[in-house]
Structure formats: C-alpha cells, structure tokens
Antibody
Framework: EVQLVESGGGLVQPGGSLKLSCAASGVTFSGSGIHWVRQASGKGLEWVGRIRSKADSYATAYAASVKGRFTISRDDSKNTAYLQMSSLKTEDTAVYYC?????????????WGQGTLVTVSP | DIVMTQSPLSLPVTPGEPASISCRSSQSLLDSSGYNHVDWYLQKPGQSPQLLIYLGSNRASGVPDRFSGSGSGTDLTLKISRVEAEDVGVYYCMQALQIPLTFGGGTKVEIK
C-alpha cells in the first residue's frame, strides 16, 4: 500500500519555526519530485514549493508567499522529505500536504499524504 | 503567474444527471508537443485531494469512465456524464505547465 505520512505540525507563535516531515512507503521515492501544497481552513489549495529528484539536482522552487522563509529538503535514504518553515506568519496557518509529482507521462500529483495542521497564533 | 478561474463556484446536481465544470487559464496551457498541462483533482469531504484527470483528458488509474476532460489552450472542461452520490466534494483544476503551479478556486459539487 502506498502511503505518504506527514508529521510535525502543531501550534507555533508568529515568528517561530517548525519542521514538517513527509515519510513515504510502498512507492518509489527517490526518482520523484515531492511537492508541498497547503490549504487554509475552508479555502482552496495553494502550492507551496517542490524539490526534484537527484537526477534533476534536487532543484527547489517556492511560491512567492513563502520564498526566503521556507526550505524543502529530502533524504532519499530515509524515503523522507522535509519542509522547514521559519519566520512564520498567522497567514501560514493551514493543513500542509506532501504529494508525489510524476513527470514522465504528464505532470501530476499521484499520491497525497493525509495532511498535517500548522497553526500560527500568539 | 498563471491564473486559473473555475466556474461555477457551486454546482447542485441530481443523481444520474450530467455535470460540467469550466476552468479558464490566463495563458495557454498547450505545449509545443500538443499537450494541455492541466490536471483535475477531487477533494471529497474530510479527505486529501485525489487525481482524476491529467494532461487535460487522460483519466487516472481507477477513475470511472463517467469522468472526462476536454478543451485546449485556455479553456478546459471536466464533465461527469452521470453524477453519483460518491462524486460530491470540491473539484480543482491545476495548471502543471510552469512554476509556480496554480490551482483554480474550486467547484463544490453537492447533491440536490
């Protein structure tokens, strides 16, 4: 069974930091890009950023709203990706999903995690 | 950034009847090879999004054939030939042509 499991969410004060993890099982991880997508309560989906595979030099890219504050990394030996969030703002409050990106026959997200809630509040 | 605009915002449907969702992009999603880089996702209540359609018209594995994607360039459509109760949720289009990836605002499908 394919699983992406996010962890590390929680309550943090504005200006604080948090590191999310995304652990994959039952699916090839190392050859795929991993993206993070977030969803504020009752709102739509917002792309946060991505890290490509080793073959693509682990290239990263970020949404303008998080650039310079968030960093995506991965450890293929652990089948895990990370989202390091710093200088957090109240508007970063959302459920954060990790998702596997396919780029071979199209470009799409085939597997999603269940999401982890990040709440930024005084 | 490419802006994705979905309509309608809300879509009440009768089981067994067809449904259609429109997605318009601020620039063409058609690449030089003739592929439309738009995906459709369904987020059922309380669940993570799931892939329905990729490259504009290709059904993902396990997706019933009542779902179809069509259109090209800046005007894309998702159609459900006969809506079933299990199809309720929020549907999102997403452009996969360029970074940053961007989603439409969503269309909430509910049963009348």
């Amino acid at each position: 069974e394919v699983q992406l499991v996010e962890s590390g969410g929680g309550l943090v004060q504005p200006g604080g930091s948090l590191k999310l993890s995304c652990a994959a099982s039952g699916v090839t991880f190392s050859g795929s890009g991993i993206h993070w997508v977030r969803q504020a309560s009752g709102k739509g989906l917002e792309w946060v950023g991505r890290i490509r595979s080793k073959a693509d030099s682990y290239a990263t890219a970020y949404a303008a709203s998080v650039k310079g504050r968030f960093t995506i990394s991965r450890d293929d030996s652990k089948n895990t990706a990370y989202l390091q969030m710093s200088s957090l703002k109240t508007e970063d409050t959302a459920v954060y999903y990790c998702t596997r990106h396919v780029e071979r026959s199209g470009r799409y997200f085939d597997y999603w995690g269940q999401g982890t809630l990040v709440t930024v509040s005084p | 950034d490419i802006v994705m605009t979905q309509s309608p915002l809300s879509l009440p449907v009768t089981p067994g009847e067809p449904a259609s969702i429109s997605c318009r992009s601020s620039q063409s999603l058609l690449d030089s090879s003739g592929y439309n880089h738009v995906d459709w996702y369904l987020q059922k209540p309380g669940q993570s999004p799931q892939l329905l359609i990729y490259l504009g018209s290709n059904r993902a594995s396990g997706v019933p054939d009542r779902f179809s994607g069509s259109g090209s360039g800046t005007d894309l459509t998702l159609k459900i030939s006969r809506v079933e109760a299990e199809d309720v949720g929020v549907y999102y289009c997403m452009q996969a042509l360029q970074i940053p990836l961007t989603f439409g605002g969503g269309t909430k499908v509910e049963i009348k």
